[in-house]
């Protein structure tokens, strides 16, 4: 039997970037998170904050050196799987793609400087400023990548000769009309994804009978940046779905099952279709499809009925976006919730089933994030780059695809491996009280 050398390279590249995702998203959230926190310990003089810098920071190395492997397998597949892609807009994303390389070299010096640079500064605040430009270098990071993924969407900046971009301006070609939308969503959803993980360590810990006051304070601190980028993310999660209805109209019909142009357009969650390409079973919002396309209720919201047939997205990315956003609620509701009972004296704010949410909440965040990334990427079909480029126009033919695949479900069976037994052997005997102790002797006799 023949391969189809076109959906192993959409496998290799989905493989790929599903696990790069995952450590890409760390390396832009988990930087604002540590820089917050050793800010808090030294306006509050308060080494438990500072403690949690320090070992949040050691564990954010192992997963940069995870995310380096998989950033540059992405780079190589580019050209290996992609050629044809490549070859046509290769011109137009060297410039954003090289700009991501840069501020990450940028972000791992000042790394490796605030990592062997603590308690060497006779004021605190120094070192702490050191954590800036790690928070810059990584969300830079995220920006110029998502500038890529934006010009697939909405392609500018150029004029189209002979099957080639020529006259490129590759400042136009970043600054798309869909930049602006996904940037936002893109750095709300890793700084909120983020803070929803080392909530879900904190809980976890407090759950396993170790209530100090160590994690009791990280648990609040990182519930109240979820919260507040959970507020952000719905902000940018409605600026993406103006964004759709004037831009990509057929990505927003496919995601909410909108057939047929009209005003006052319901919003559809969950359901299943039936043959005649009816929705069943569904949850209905009345008026409210128009709402979040055009701020409008009675708005007219453009059908996928207006999109011909074989440019139209797999139907299946409805549920994608629906999970997206139920997860995106839920982080919400329950950061919010934490944060209600936390202020109310007769209640208690470490009970169990509330712990075991806010667990949840961390591998939840995670998983809005990757089917977030494939209503993005399905959305999009059957374009890699819309109007102009179809995906099997720009894949490769050669029949070594399907080796490639799995030389690299093997390697990254073998990073994920190794990443989660380091960071185990790293903190798994190496209590937080016990390291605040030495670092700080006189911790124990205060609280005493």
């Known amino acids: 039997m023949e391969m189809d050398t076109v959906l192993m390279s959409r496998l290799l590249t989905a493989l790929t970037l599903g696990f790069h995702i995952i450590f890409a998203t760390i390396g832009v959230g988990v930087p604002l998170m540590i820089s917050i926190a050793e800010f808090v310990g030294i306006r509050k003089k308060d080494p438990h904050y ?12 192992i997963t940069v050196a995870v995310g380096v492997v998989t950033g540059t397998a992405i780079g190589l597949q580019l050209s290996l799987i992609w050629p044809n892609f490549m070859q046509v807009a290769g011109n137009v994303i060297a410039l954003p793609l090289f700009m991501e390389v840069f501020a990450f070299f940028f972000e791992a010096i000042f790394l490796g400087i605030y990592l062997y640079t603590w308690d060497r500064f006779k004021k605190p605040i120094i070192h702490w400023l050191l954590s800036i430009p790690i928070v810059i270098g990584g969300g830079l990071s995220a920006v110029f990548i ?3 993924n934006a010009f697939m969407n909405t392609p500018d900046g150029f004029t189209f000769e002979n099957g080639t971009f020529a006259a490129v301006n590759p400042i136009a070609a970043m600054l798309n009309p869909a930049t602006a939308s996904k940037v ?13 993980l080392l909530a879900a360590i904190a809980a976890f810990m407090i759950l396993k009978k170790k209530a100090s006051a160590y994690h009791k304070k990280a648990l609040k601190l990182t519930l109240t940046v979820t919260f507040i980028f959970a507020a952000i993310n719905l902000l940018a999660g409605d600026t993406s779905a103006k964004f759709l209805a004037e831009h990509q109209p057929e990505k927003l019909a496919a995601a909410e099952w909108h057939f047929e142009t009209e005003e006052g357009a319901d919003l559809i969650l969950f359901g299943w279709l039936n043959e005649d390409k009816e929705t069943v079973g ?17 708005s007219v919201v ?49 009970n169990k089933w509330l712990l075991w949410s ?13 089917f977030g990334w494939i209503y993005a990427e399905e959305g999009r079909q059957p374009w890699i780059i819309r109007g102009y480029m179809t995906v099997e126009e720009a894949a490769t033919s050669s029949p070594y695809v399907g080796l490639m695949f799995l030389l690299f479900l093997g390697l990254y069976i073998v990073l994920g491996t190794l990443c989660i037994i380091t960071l185990r052997k790293m903190f798994h005997n190496n209590p937080a009280e016990e390291e605040l102790e030495k670092q700080y002797p006189t911790i124990k006799k205060s609280q005493e």
């Open 282 to 298: 569904e949850i209905r919002i009345p008026n409210a499809l128009s709402f979040l396309a055009h701020g409008d209720f009675n």
């Open 50 to 61: 500072r403690m949690l810098a320090r070992r949040w920071a050691r564990g954010f190395v």
């Open 184 to 196: 936002f969503h893109v750095l709300s959803s890793a700084y909120l994804t983020c803070a929803a």
């Open 146 to 148: 998502t500038t890529v």
């Open 302 to 350: 453009t059908g996928l009925e207006e999109t011909p047939e074989e440019e139209r997205p797999p139907l299946w990315i409805h549920y994608m976006f629906d999970l997206m956003v139920v997860i995106g609620m839920f982080l919400l509701g329950i950061s919010f919730f934490y944060l209600l009972v936390s202020k109310v004296k007769k209640w208690n704010e470490h």
């Open 358 to 370: 806010i667990f949840l909440s961390g591998p939840l965040a995670f998983l809005a994030i990757e």
